[in-house]
C-alpha cells in the first residue's frame, strides 16, 4: 500500500508561480515507476499535467510545456511541480500519481487557483 501526501498550491495571481510536492509513503520498500500530476478543473475530465519515471525521464502536456517543471527525489521517493506563468486556465484540483508494481496510487489532491 503507497499513501501520496501532496502539499503546496494555493490562490496566486495571473504570471506567478506556485510549487507542488508528493511524497510517496510506504512501510516497505517501494519500486516507484514512475510519479506525476493528473488536474481536474470543474466539470472537466482529468487530464495530464506532467509524469517523470524512474530514470527522470519527464512527459509534459502540450498545455504546460514551457512553463511547468517536474522533478523529482528517487531517495525520498518525491516528486515536485515548479508551475510558473500561470493562466486562469490552470486552476484546478491537482492530483499526485505514482505508478508502483503496474497499478496507480493517487493523491487526495490539492487546489490551485490563479486569479485573473
Known amino acids: 500500500q503507497v499513501q501520496l501526501v501532496e502539499s503546496g498550491g494555493g490562490l496566486v495571481q495571473a504570471g506567478g508561480s506556485l510549487g507542488l510536492s508528493c511524497a510517496a509513503i510506504?512501510?516497505?520498500?517501494?519500486?516507484?515507476?514512475?510519479m506525476g500530476w493528473y488536474r481536474q478543473a470543474p466539470g472537466k475530465q482529468r487530464e495530464l499535467v506532467a509524469t517523470a519515471d524512474n530514470t527522470g525521464t519527464a512527459h509534459y502536456a502540450d498545455l504546460v510545456r514551457g512553463r511547468f517543471t517536474i522533478s523529482g527525489d528517487n531517495a525520498k521517493n518525491t516528486v515536485y511541480l515548479q508551475m510558473t506563468s500561470l493562466k486562469p486556465e490552470d486552476t484546478a484540483v491537482y492530483l499526485c500519481?505514482?505508478?508502483?508494481?503496474?497499478?496507480?496510487?493517487w493523491g487526495q489532491g490539492t487546489q490551485v487557483t490563479v486569479s485573473s
Open positions: 510506504s512501510r516497505s520498500i517501494t519500486p516507484i515507476e514512475l
Open positions: 500519481t505514482a505508478l508502483v508494481y503496474g497499478l496507480n496510487y
